[in-house]
Nanobody, 130 residues
Framework: QVQLVESGGGLVQPGGSLRLSCTIS????????LGWFRQAPGKEREGVACIPNDDYPIVYMDSVKGRFTISKDNAENKVYLQMDDLKAEDTAVYFCAADRFFNNFVATMYRTYSGGLDYWGKGTLVNVSS
């Protein structure tokens, strides 16, 4: 059974930092593109970042470039999202996801593909507020 479990969310002040983790079981992460999406209340889901194997590039959405850093540990089957200089508009539920194909993952981030990704976590809440 494949399972993705996020952790590390919580309340943080604007300008602060937070690190999210996603632990993946039931598959070999080296064969999958891993990444993060987020969804604010009443808004559409949007892409954040993804990290494939070394044959393909890391991709960040413009809204988080220079502030967020995605990384992974293949041996521990984990993907991370380091979030710095957080803003109120970063408040959302953050989901990790995995897919076999780089083009599917990136197209989903840019909302040009609606076929669905292979696996999703249940999400962790990040609340940026004073």
């Amino acid at each position: 059974q494949v399972q993705l479990v996020e952790s590390g969310g919580g309340l943080v002040q604007p300008g602060g930092s937070l690190r999210l983790s996603c632990t993946i079981s039931g598959l070999n992460v080296e064969n999958y593109v891993l990444g993060w999406f987020r969804q604010a209340p009443g808004k559409e889901r949007e892409g954040v970042a993804c990290i494939p194997n070394d044959d393909y590039p890391i991709v960040y959405m413009d809204s988080v470039k220079g502030r967020f850093t995605i990384s992974k540990d293949n041996a521990e089957n984990k993907v991370y999202l380091q979030m710095d200089d957080l803003k109120a508009e970063d408040t959302a539920v953050y989901f990790c996801a995995a897919d076999r194909f780089f083009n599917n993952f990136v197209a989903t981030m840019y909302r040009t593909y609606s076929g669905g990704l292979d696996y999703w976590g249940k999400g962790t809440l990040v609340n940026v507020s004073s």
